[in-house]
């Protein structure tokens, strides 16, 4: 049997180019399903590399399943080897999400339709598979091409970054502030301070800051934008008390921070422009308000963050900070694409514009 050499002049690695002339040779039928290759130190002899190197790249096949060993016998083309190179056209990557994630909300419905989209746009299609971080874990990422970790909260940072090291990792729609593992997310910290900005310009001077729980890093850049932004514009946080309101929720103002922010808006000195860090807590302080008797934007103005197509429906339409969510999930498909494509772990890192989307519930301090 005669295969070609390796080209030492090409600086793809070398493991990969003997991986691929193998590939080619099942692919060709040279090396038919079911048949006994010949040993590694013949195969390192055929195609000019070391036996490290012929090593490797027969065990990257069987990882791929179009091997399988035998001890005592040898090495065998799958019979199944159809199968196996029809997958191989394929990338296989685990979206990590929390277990308690709705999937079907505004937000992460428009990042799986970004991914989804990004497949279809690809020669080489994809294959999703949701899991959380402990079922990756126990998964061993086995025929896993790469991984898109979703909004990842704090306690799942460390997890996340020994993942990063062993296979192909993008974390989507945030970030791991101190660790070099890359990520594809929308610059939360300047649209926060967009909103407060076109806030402070129509007049308003009292300030609440409604959050997420701050183990994400998103619900965290956004309450830090808009701290900036005040302190920017000459607000004296001293005069907005209890300016933050953290809820435990991401899809709503938990029960105890709920009282707090009622609380606050019953004060003479209550809030003027409410900026909340989410769609879904700008449904609660638009619910919030009505309750309380105060007119939106007449006596409170409200800016949020998302825009479903629901936002411009409210009464009054929603001004909010647009994040590029399909945008965003597409670069995250094709970053990790091109880390399969070159067996390289290092991905660079994207931080997307937001826009501040004006509508009517926001206006000038009266």
């Known amino acids: 049997m005669t295969l070609p050499s390796i080209d030492r002049a090409d600086p793809t690695p070398r493991y990969l180019q003997a991986e691929q002339i193998l590939l080619a040779a099942i692919q060709s039928g040279i090396l038919p399903a079911g048949s ?25 096949l069987v990882q791929a399943g179009l091997l399988r060993r035998e001890v005592g016998r040898g090495t065998f083309v799958c019979e199944d080897v159809d199968d196996a190179l029809a997958a191989q056209k394929r990338l296989s990557i685990g979206l990590m999400l929390d277990d308690q994630v709705n999937v079907n909300d505004y937000y992460h419905a428009s990042i799986i339709d970004g991914l989804r989209r990004a497949s279809r746009s690809d020669d080489q299609r994809a294959e999703f598979f949701f899991k959380d971080c402990a079922s990756l874990r126990r998964s061993k990422l086995k025929r896993t091409s790469g991984v898109i970790c979703i909004h990842p909260s704090l306690e799942l940072h460390d997890e996340i970054a020994r993942m990063a090291k ?15 593992v890359p990520f594809v997310d929308c610059d939360n910290y300047a649209g ?23 183990n994400l890093s998103n ?24 300016i933050v309101f953290e809820s435990k929720e991401s899809v709503a103002l938990d029960a105890q921070t709920q009282a ?10 209550r809030p003027t422009a409410v ?9 609660s302080a638009l619910q919030t308000a009505r309750q309380l008797g105060l007119r939106i934007p007449q006596e409170i103005s409200i800016v949020g963050f998302d825009d479903p197509p629901s936002a411009p429906l409210l009464d009054p339409p929603l001004t909010t900070v647009r994040q590029p969510l399909q945008e965003m999930a597409e670069k995250a498909y094709f970053a990790i694409r091109r880390t399969v494509d070159r067996d390289d772990l290092a991905a660079p890192s994207l931080e997307l514009p937001t826009k501040l989307i004006i509508r009517g519930s926001t206006a000038p301090f009266a």
């Open 36 to 60: 006994k290759i010949p040993a590694t130190p013949e195969i390192a002899s055929l195609i000019k590399v070391s036996l490290i190197t012929a090593h490797k790249a027969l065990e990257r």
């Open 192 to 214: 926060s301070r967009l909103a407060i900005r076109h806030l402070h310009g129509l007049g308003h001077r009292r300030f609440a800051v409604l959050s997420g729980p701050m």
């Open 166 to 180: 062993t296979v192909p990792l993008v974390v989507l729609g945030g970030t791991l502030p101190g660790r070099e």
């Open 275 to 283: 900026l909340a860090g989410g769609f879904y807590l700008a449904l």
């Open 219 to 242: 619900a965290r850049d956004r309450t830090e934008g808009a701290l900036k932004e005040l302190a920017v514009c000459g607000v004296p946080i001293d005069d907005n008390p209890g």
């Open 260 to 269: 707090r922010f009622v609380e606050r808006l019953k004060r003479d000195d």
